[in-house]
């Protein structure tokens, strides 16, 4: 699966932007999504996690709940974040993974995008 994250850049305080996460090479079918961001010499952290089916539900880091929603379109092969009320600290590059399991931990997904940077000026 090669994944492409797009949908970054410079937003005011307050405002709001929306991530796409598109796969190719094959679905995203029976993977769990998860959008990760990292800032320099900071390990890559995790932002929200949506499952393949919607069995179970999905789950955000305390930082971004009730501000960034994750959703997804299976017929398109694209996974979203939509980001409002951002704050300059969720300034950073943010990355989606795709993976066999449920997890908050980078580590245990199996594909990554290239990352797209997101800045938030106060």
């Known amino acids: 699966v090669q994944l492409q994250a797009s949908g970054g850049g410079l937003v005011q305080a307050g405002g709001s932007l929306r991530l796409s996460c598109a796969a190719s090479g094959r679905t995203f079918s029976g993977y769990t999504v998860s959008w990760f961001r990292q800032t320099p010499g900071k390990e890559r952290e995790f932002v929200a996690t949506i499952p393949w089916s919607g069995v179970v539900s999905t789950d955000y880091a305390n930082s971004v709940k009730g501000r960034f929603t994750i959703s997804r379109d299976n017929a398109k092969n694209t996974v979203y974040l939509q980001m409002d009320s951002l704050k300059p600290e969720d300034t950073a590059v943010y990355y989606c993974?795709?993976?066999?399991?449920?997890?908050?931990?980078?580590?245990?997904?199996?594909?990554w995008g290239q990352g797209t940077q997101v800045t938030v000026s106060s």
């Open positions: 993974a795709a993976g066999s399991v449920r997890s908050p931990s980078p580590h245990l997904y199996d594909y």
